[in-house]
């Protein structure tokens, strides 16, 4: 029997779930070695190189590359010139490898706003490393009750890049060879797509159409991503079609809106006057909607979470009664009781850290207020960081980790913490104006956000890594282990790393010498939002006019998606997808959703083909091309993303993003041009493979 249709002996427990159909590729009775001295070698290497590659990406751009498949694929190409590695070593590999990227996202997203504040005026090693090391230890131990509620017992989120990690390590063992070809092709073609899209810069990476009226703004457009297709191509189009209509409301509506009612910004194209509104003013509608749609998750959620806790319980009190035989080696976590043990644990280190920024602070505090604030910031932040989490694992299941709103996340944690400083220690200290005291409040809530921030990316990812170790037949508990050695190395190099960009660029306004070009200064888009709504609270001056829309907005969808769930309709409406479409830019929602087209496309073309064939023949020939559109899709994820980090390495080494560029300056309309028949191109070339009937091809 071929390895891909193994089928894995049904055993009477009543831990293994029902729901849980995935059968893993290596069978749960097969014993592979997985942590190995080179496994675990070769993960502490690519977790610092990754680390560094995405904090250039994230400080200069916002965004950075998920490195989970492309982990998978450098691994493969390592250990096969080592004897007796296996696909499960591989695996183990990039679950520590990703943690690299992950801990680099948090961080960029949150810790450089301490510089953009005035705050720091530089990295700390010691207080980075810290806030790093505990924050990620702890979304480790944060997800492993959340892996059963999930992945096993939850079959509406789909784990995209968890999925496309599993079929790129099935195709890459040596026993599985048949969607190679797709595989591969998939990969080519994001891959040579990518690299002319930022690195040669002869294709758009989007194109936008926006138009001036004498008070307003109107246009609309698309990015041009292919690993977004792939993305899109496996979540589905209703993930994808929620996002549009998050979008139409961001984009089509409120943007127009709030240009005729409160004026245009001055200067710049129609473009980019759109971008300035959506960014000052609607994003937080999306951080509103993001907020409530998040709380109402977590209220759906309880009780999934509650019974993968009680599992996993129930599993500790069979092991100490010897009677656990039973349970899979493809079901065993992390025992829950070391679980509680590294979460109590943890909670030192972090009111330490929390001890020494507010006695560093120039807030002047009674020593019984110092203490309490303390205690109850670290609390919060220990249960505020496990909603995080699950609110992060979810949207990192709904739409992947290259899309999951990690920064829509974060803020929501430091709306909540500087909420609560703000009732504990107004009536101590005068947050009316912006001065040392203000400044200092903000700066706490920056560094409780970016604990909570690295908690909650390191859940999502990890959740991912599980997923493709569910496809594989991994060991999750080895799977926890490594993530947590991946945090760790990675967290010992980013205080270094963020300095050297820091030295070498200079952070958004903050220049660390005089007589540097501020043009070349990185951006860091994000951590700029994080210190503009921490500063917004304790100054008085956020908008909370448009932070209320978007909760009105989230109720009412709500109800929508309650109705059709009533109703037994075949759609649904996740308020979180709507968040995402209202807070994500236009790039990233549109490709996502012509994913998801192709994929509705192509079930409808085989449905009605459906008649020429035998209902085995059908089913077979059916599950086929199914398989053909994953791997293809998987190929394109893979290959988009290992450019992205390859790209990423030159750019920071030359310290320009123009190391490769040949396009001339005039040659904007041609690169849309060639940009748009290229995503066209893979487009209608991914519909017609994973549509096909007819031949029942071997790659």
């Known amino acids: 029997m071929s390895p891909l249709g193994r089928k894995v002996k049904q055993t009477k427990t009543s831990l293994q779930s029902s729901k849980s159909r995935v059968q893993p590729y290596i069978s749960a009775e097969k014993n592979l070695p997985e942590i190995t001295w080179k ?89 980075t490393t810290a806030i790093i090391i505990v924050g990620g230890l702890l979304g480790v131990l944060f997800s492993i009750p959340l892996r059963r509620a999930y992945i096993v017992e939850n079959e509406e989120l789909k784990f995209p890049e968890g999925i496309a990690t599993g079929e790129v390590l099935k195709v890459g063992d040596s026993e599985a060879r048949e969607g190679t070809k ?27 159409y926006w138009f001036q009226t004498t008070r307003t703004v109107f246009g609309f457009g698309s990015g041009f991503s292919l690993v977004l297709v792939g993305a899109g191509y496996i979540v589905g189009v209703q993930v994808g079609v929620s996002m549009l209509i998050g979008a139409i409301v961001a984009w089509v509506i409120a943007v127009p809106l709030h240009g005729l009612l409160f004026g245009l910004p001055e200067g710049g194209s129609a473009y980019e006057i759109a971008v300035t509104i959506w960014n000052k003013n609607i994003r937080m509608v999306g951080v509103g909607t993001m907020v409530v749609g998040g709380v109402w998750t977590l209220v759906y959620l309880i009780k999934p979470i509650s019974e993968a806790i009680r599992s996993s319980l129930a599993t500790l009190r069979k092991t100490k009664l010897g009677t656990q035989g039973a349970l899979l080696r493809t079901e065993y976590d992390i025992p829950i009781n070391y679980v509680l043990i590294g979460v109590a644990v943890l909670t ?109 990316a390191i859940s999502g990812d990890n959740l991912q890594d599980l997923k493709s170790g569910q496809i594989v037949g991994a060991t999750p508990w080895k799977q926890q282990v490594m993530l947590m050695l991946g945090v760790v190395a990675g967290s010992f190099v980013m205080a270094p790393i963020l300095e050297v960009l820091y030295q070498a660029y200079g952070i958004g306004d903050s220049l660390p010498r005089e007589g540097m070009d501020p043009t070349q200064a990185l951006g860091a888009p994000k951590a700029a939002i994080m210190a503009a709504i921490a500063e917004g609270v304790f100054t008085h001056s956020l908008d909370w006019t448009m932070f209320s829309i978007g909760a009105a907005l989230a109720i009412i969808f709500i109800f929508i998606d309650n109705y059709l769930k009533v109703n037994e309709s075949s759609w649904r409406l996740p308020v979180l997808a709507v968040a995402l479409g209202i807070y994500m830019p236009l790039d990233i929602t549109i490709p996502l959703l012509v994913g998801g087209i192709i994929a509705s496309l192509c079930q409808t073309k085989m449905k009605k083909e459906q008649p020429n064939f035998k209902k085995e023949d059908y089913i077979h020939k059916q599950e086929h091309a199914n398989r053909r559109g994953l791997l293809f899709c998987s190929g394109l994820i893979a290959g988009e993303s290992i450019i992205g980090i390859l790209l990423a390495i030159p750019f920071a080494a030359y310290q320009s993003t123009d190391v490769f560029k040949i396009a001339p300056a005039d040659f904007e309309h041609m690169g849309v041009l060639l940009g748009i028949l290229a995503f066209m191109g893979v487009c209608y070339y991914l519909y017609k493979i994973a549509s096909q009937l007819q031949e029942n091809l071997k790659n």
């Open 39 to 127: 496994a675990t070698l070769l993960s502490i290497f690519l977790a610092v190189i990754m680390a560094g590659s995405n904090a250039y990406l994230g400080l200069k751009i916002g965004l950075t590359v998920s490195a989970t498949i492309p982990a998978a694929v450098i691994s493969m190409t390592i250990l096969r010139f080592f004897r007796n590695s296996n696909i499960l070593e591989n695996n183990i590999v990039q679950t520590a490898t990703s943690a690299g990227e992950v801990i680099a996202a948090a961080v960029v997203f949150t810790l450089p706003a301490l510089l953009m504040m005035g705050y720091w005026k530089e990295f700390p090693f010691g207080i």
């Open 182 to 208: 797709d595989l591969l092709m998939g990969g080519m073609f994001a891959g040579l797509v990518k690299f002319a899209q930022s690195g040669l810069m002869i294709m758009s990476e989007g194109a936008h």
């Open 348 to 456: 030192i280190p972090l009111a330490f850290i929390f001890h020494h920024i507010l006695s560093q602070s120039d807030m002047q505090l009674p020593m019984t207020v110092h203490f309490a604030t303390v205690f109850i910031i670290t609390i919060f932040a220990i249960i505020v960081g496990f909603l995080c989490a699950a609110i992060a694992g979810y949207m990192t299941g709904l739409v992947g980790s290259s899309n999951n709103p990690l920064s829509g996340v974060t803020i929501m944690a430091i709306l909540f913490i500087s909420m609560i400083l703000l009732v504990m220690l107004g009536t101590h200290i005068d947050f009316g104006a912006k001065g040392a005291n203000s400044l200092a409040a903000a700066a706490i809530a920056i560094i409780i956000g970016a604990v909570m921030a690295t908690a909650a």
